[in-house]
Every structure is written in C-alpha cells, then in structure tokens.
C-alpha cells in the first residue's frame, strides 16, 4: 500500500462514515451528519397518535394536502415510524399514494430531513418541518405525556 493510500484509509477511519463508494480512481464517502449534537441516524420512539396530534396542531402549515409528507419524512427520520407509505396514509387520512407521489416529484424527500437545508428545500417544507418537530418535541418533553406513557 503507498503513503497516499494510508492516508486516504486513515482520514476514512477517524470518520462517521454512513456510505463509501469506489469507482475508477474515485473515492466518494458520504459523512454522517452531526447536528445538534446528534447524528442523523438517530431516532426516538414516538407513538403514531403524538404525530397525528402534532400533525393536527401544525395543519394551517400545509400548503397543499401533499404537505403532510413532510411530517411522514420526520416520522421516517426521527421518530422511528417505519410503517409502510399506505400505512401512513391509512394512520393519517390521506389520499392514497400521495406520499410516493409527492416524494418522487421532490427528490430532497428521499433524502434525511436533517439535510434538506443543504438540498434547496422550499422554505415552506422547512418550515413545516422545524415547526411540527417542535410539537413533537414539546409534547414529548410535557409533563402530560411523562405521566400517560
């Protein structure tokens, strides 16, 4: 192995590497993100009726029924909802596969939504988003869900 080589492998191991990819002669790696303190990977367990709750609270916020895929986006990302896309819509009312729908014609939304800042998401999307995540954070910081969980 040469000197360039070892260097390459030593900055790789001091990083929080989610992905490498090797191609000829490139090397892309692509870094977890560190925000707040907190990796992007990291998620909490919230129950499907605290995100509907919040959702309800931050409904003046959708632009359009499409919007509330962002909140399916933050559910996928930070709070641990790993049910299927029709599962969502069932859990939230929606019209079916709008949330495939409206993730395919915005790409960002396939994407961690701790990056979409970074990815030119509209300004409505980021709001919506920092906003229901504050619901769902308060909520979960309220002495009233303490007590109920």
């Known amino acids: 192995m040469c000197i360039a080589q ?7 191991s001091k990083m929080k590497v989610e992905k490498i990819i090797i191609n000829t002669g490139t090397i892309n790696v692509t870094e977890r993100c560190n925000l707040a303190g907190s990796e992007t990977k990291k998620t909490k367990t919230v129950k499907v009726e605290i995100l509907k709750q919040c959702a309800e609270k931050v409904k ?22 790993k049910k299927s896309y029709s599962q969502f819509e069932r859990d939230f009312r929606c ?42 954070e308060e909520m979960l910081n309220s002495q009233e869900y303490v007590e109920n969980t």
Do not use: Q
Request: glycine share 2%; hydrophobic share 45%; net charge negative.
């Open 6 to 12: 070892e260097k390459i492998l030593d900055a790789i």
């Open 60 to 81: 003046h916020l959708f632009w359009e029924p499409c919007a509330i895929t962002v909140v399916y986006c933050i559910g996928r990302d930070l709070y641990d909802y």
């Open 95 to 136: 019209s079916a596969k709008i949330i495939s729908r409206t993730i395919t014609n915005n790409p960002y939304m396939s994407k961690h939504v701790n990056e979409w800042d970074e990815l030119n998401a509209p300004s409505r999307a980021l709001v919506l988003k920092e906003a229901f995540i504050a619901e769902v």
